[in-house]
Structure formats: C-alpha cells, structure tokens
C-alpha cells in the first residue's frame, strides 16, 4: 500500500511555504539521541541506515547532538558514520524538554536544509519529532520498520498500518524535510571506526526564555524497567511456558547467561508476563547477539521482532514449528526438560571459566 502524507497547513514559523526552494534542501540529518553525554544505540543504528540512504543518494550524512557535553557524542556519531555533526550545547539543554530542543532543532533544519531528518522512535524522538512536525508544512511519517529513498530523491517511509495488519509506505512528495521516526533495533549500526573524519560545528543558537517555560524539578529512572533492545542474550518465552511458573525458569536461564527475559504476545496477554517484555510487531524489535526462543512458535509478528539477533536457538517439541526456519540451533523437546540442563551447563562452563561461543566464533 502507498500513501502520500498530507502535509500540515500550520505556518513555517521561520519562512512563508510559496518562498521556500525546496531543492536547496539537501543532506540526510539524523537527530541523536543521548542522556548524561552518553548516546542511545538508536542514534547509531539511524546512522548506520542513513549511511546507507545517503550514499544511494549521492549526499552527505548529517547528525544534530543537542545537550551539555555532548563533544563526544559527536566525535562518536563520526566514527558511526556522519559527515559532519552539528552541536547546540548548552546547560540548559542538558536535560531532555521538549520546547528548547525543538526549537533548536528547527533552527538547524531552517539553516542547513536537510532533505530527509530522521529521529528515533523513543520516548523523546517521539516527542520532539511531533513538536517540529507542528511548525513545518511537511509530512511525519513515525515509527518507521523500513526505509528507502528512489530517484526522485523521495523517501519511501514503510510502517505497519491498520491495526497492524499491513505495511503503508508512505511518501511525502511536495515538501521538506522528509522526516520518519524508526523503532531502536530496526536498522544496524555500522562497525565503529575511529579512524573516520568529519566535521564537527558548533550552533550556539541562544535560548529565548519562553522557551523555557517548563522546568525539570527530578529525573526518576524506573530501575525495575528491562531494557530488551540493548539486551546482549534475550531468554523468550510463548505459549509453551505455560504460565508465569515457566517465565521462572527462563529467568534463571537469563540471569546465568546476563540476559533478559522475552515474551511473545501470547504470553503477555494471558498475564504471564509483562508488556515491556513482549518482542515483535507490537513490541520491541531487538538484535541480540544470542535470542532464545522457547514455546514460541514463530509467527510473522513475533519474527519480525527478533529475526535480525546474531544468533536464534530455537527449543520447541514440534519439529514443524515455524521459528525453526529462522533459527541456526534447533532443539526439537520439551521446553521444561531442555532449559533447566542449558542453565545447569551454562553455569558449570561458566564456573570454570570457559567463554560462551556459536560456532561461528562469536562471543554471547
Ligand atoms: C496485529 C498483530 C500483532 C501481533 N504482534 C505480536 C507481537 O508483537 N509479538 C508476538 O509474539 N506476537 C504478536 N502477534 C501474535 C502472533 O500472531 C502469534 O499469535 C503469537 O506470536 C503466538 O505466540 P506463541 O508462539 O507464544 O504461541 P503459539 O503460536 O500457540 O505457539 C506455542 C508453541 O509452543 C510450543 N510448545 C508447547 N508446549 C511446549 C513445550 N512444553 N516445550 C516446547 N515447546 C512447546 C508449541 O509447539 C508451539 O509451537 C500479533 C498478532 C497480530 C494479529
């Protein structure tokens, strides 16, 4: 399906729509996402995918850091892949709000033209993009699961629509900047190169105070939230666990292996579970370098989550199950015999000190 975005009729805000020379709009930014000077994997993942949609279209990649020290995430986003960064630093950026980041960031899209702005589909990449989307005259396509760019310089933003049950690919034909947000763990980070160049300019935009007008009082993390996309090992569980008993299990797994426990659907809608928990379609999207997926079947919806992990061991008593088409290891067997052994010879290999290996050589 192919949608063209209606584009909003509010005012620029900065220039009137019928002035604008929308070819002067060139460059891919990405907008990186950090906390305490320490960037979130979205941002590099973006970069990783922008690389890719910039090099097709024969132009520079851009990234925006705004913050307080946020040099290094710079000097990083460099060696991730962008051209050139853009930095607005300055104390009162240092913690996320949504109107002076916002309007930094529409100072730089009105400076430097970007063609396509990319943001994560965080919490705040959420945020932040909806609150530029209301002063541009252009379209925001968001959390996006693919995308791509034609000869036409447009760009082909895909997410799932209708309750989920088909893909629009959506364009935005008649304005700029082309802007999406993407799922963190959708797109894949280029290997980080030190040794790449790039330009790094400094954008002290000044911060009138009406922008201001909201103050951050208390920053309160919530320690018991898991965090699936930057999980190493993943430990999943579906309808075969059979209830939150099972979910125990798998979590002894996980704790051994330093990982963190997955669910399909199912699971969390039966109340085994919680939704944070849930990997797919309707939930995280994740690239772990080890996935274990036990009593899962392996639904479209399911894989789509988690079928990028370096490495899938599937356990399931079916040996027809579908997840077994993804997966490299396949243990066809009941889940409650199959992982309390995996934990007992994890933990005996990891008590003498043995390093866990696929046979790929990798590390998990
Ligand atoms: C719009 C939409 C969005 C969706 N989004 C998601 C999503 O984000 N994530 C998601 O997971 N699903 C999603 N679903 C649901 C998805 O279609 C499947 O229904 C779901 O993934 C199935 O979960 P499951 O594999 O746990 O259960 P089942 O498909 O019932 O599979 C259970 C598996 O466990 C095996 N098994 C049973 N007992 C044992 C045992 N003792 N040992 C070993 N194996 C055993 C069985 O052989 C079977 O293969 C979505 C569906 C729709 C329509």
Same mark, same amino acid.
């Given at each position: 399906?192919?949608?063209?975005?209606?584009?909003?009729?509010?005012?620029?805000?900065?220039?009137?729509?019928?002035?604008?020379?929308?070819?002067?709009?060139?460059?891919?930014?990405?907008v990186l996402e950090q906390r305490?000077?320490?960037?979130?994997?979205?941002?590099?993942?973006?970069?990783?995918?922008?690389?890719?949609?910039?090099?097709?279209?024969?132009?520079?990649?851009?990234?925006l850091a705004i913050g307080h020290?946020v040099?290094?995430?710079?000097?990083?986003?460099?060696?991730?892949?962008?051209?050139?960064?853009?930095?607005c630093d300055h104390?009162e950026l240092e913690q996320y709000r949504t109107r002076p980041y916002s309007r930094v960031c529409l100072e730089v899209i009105?400076?430097?033209?970007?063609?396509?702005?990319?943001f994560?589909?965080?919490y705040t990449g959420r945020d932040l993009a909806g609150a530029i989307?209301?002063h541009?005259?252009?379209?925001?396509?968001?959390?996006?699961?693919?995308?791509?760019?034609?000869?036409?310089?447009?760009?082909?933003?895909?997410?799932?629509?209708?309750?989920?049950?088909?893909?629009?690919?959506?364009?935005?034909?008649?304005?700029?900047?082309?802007?999406?947000?993407?799922?963190?763990?959708?797109?894949?980070?280029?290997?980080?190169?030190?040794?790449?160049?790039?330009?790094?300019?400094?954008?002290?935009y000044?911060l009138?105070?009406?922008v201001m007008?909201a103050?951050v009082?208390?920053?309160?993390?919530?320690?018991?939230?898991? /965090?699936? &996309? =930057?999980?190493?090992?993943? +430990? @999943?569980?579906?309808?075969? !666990? #059979?209830?939150?008993?099972?979910?125990?299990?798998?979590?002894?797994?996980?704790?051994?292996?330093?990982?963190?426990?997955?669910?399909?659907?199912?699971?969390?809608?039966?109340?085994?579970?919680?939704?944070?928990?849930?990997?797919?379609?309707?939930?995280?999207?994740?690239?772990?370098?080890?996935?274990?997926?036990?009593?899962?079947?392996?639904?479209?919806?399911?894989?789509?989550?988690?079928?990028?992990?370096?490495?899938?061991?599937?356990?399931?008593? /079916?040996? &027809? =199950?579908?997840?077994?088409? +993804? @997966?490299?290891?396949?243990? !066809? #067997?009941?889940?409650?015999?199959?992982?309390?052994?995996?934990?007992?010879?994890?933990?005996?290999?990891?008590?003498?000190?043995?390093?866990?290996?696929?046979?790929?050589?990798?590390?998990?």
């Amino acid at each position: 399906m192919q949608m063209e975005a209606r584009p909003q009729k509010k005012a620029v805000g900065l220039q009137p729509e019928s002035e604008v020379d929308w070819r002067a709009y060139q460059g891919l930014l990405v907008v990186l996402e950090q906390r305490d000077g320490v960037a979130k994997n979205v941002s590099w993942q973006l970069l990783g995918e922008g690389r890719r949609l910039a090099d097709q279209l024969g132009t520079e990649l851009l990234a925006l850091a705004i913050g307080h020290h946020v040099d290094d995430v710079a000097r990083q986003a460099i060696y991730y892949g962008a051209d050139r960064v853009y930095v607005c630093d300055h104390l009162e950026l240092e913690q996320y709000r949504t109107r002076p980041y916002s309007r930094v960031c529409l100072e730089v899209i009105h400076d430097f033209k970007p063609e396509i702005v990319l943001f994560g589909a965080t919490y705040t990449g959420r945020d932040l993009a909806g609150a530029i989307a209301t002063h541009l005259p252009t379209g925001l396509t968001a959390d996006c699961t693919q995308l791509e760019v034609d000869e036409d310089r447009l760009l082909h933003a895909t997410r799932p629509a209708f309750s989920e049950k088909q893909m629009a690919t959506i364009l935005c034909k008649q304005f700029k900047p082309q802007m999406a947000t993407a799922r963190p763990g959708v797109f894949k980070a280029l290997a980080k190169d030190e040794t790449r160049t790039g330009e790094i300019i400094h954008v002290p935009y000044p911060l009138e105070n009406q922008v201001m007008n909201a103050q951050v009082l208390q920053f309160v993390e919530d320690t018991n939230r898991i /965090d699936l &996309e =930057a999980a190493d090992v993943i +430990v @999943a569980g579906g309808r075969g !666990v #059979g209830g939150p008993e099972g979910f125990q299990l798998l979590q002894k797994l996980a704790d051994v292996l330093g990982g963190v426990v997955g669910a399909s659907r199912v699971a969390v809608e039966a109340g085994w579970i919680d939704h944070p928990h849930q990997v797919g379609q309707t939930g995280s999207t994740v690239r772990p370098k080890l996935y274990i997926a036990a009593g899962i079947s392996g639904a479209i919806q399911h894989v789509v989550g988690m079928q990028n992990s370096e490495s899938i061991i599937a356990i399931n008593s /079916d040996p &027809e =199950a579908p997840i077994f088409q +993804v @997966a490299q290891y396949g243990i !066809v #067997g009941d889940l409650f015999d199959v992982i309390p052994a995996l934990t007992e010879a994890f933990r005996a290999r990891l008590a003498r000190g043995e390093e866990l290996t696929a046979s790929g050589g990798r590390t998990v």
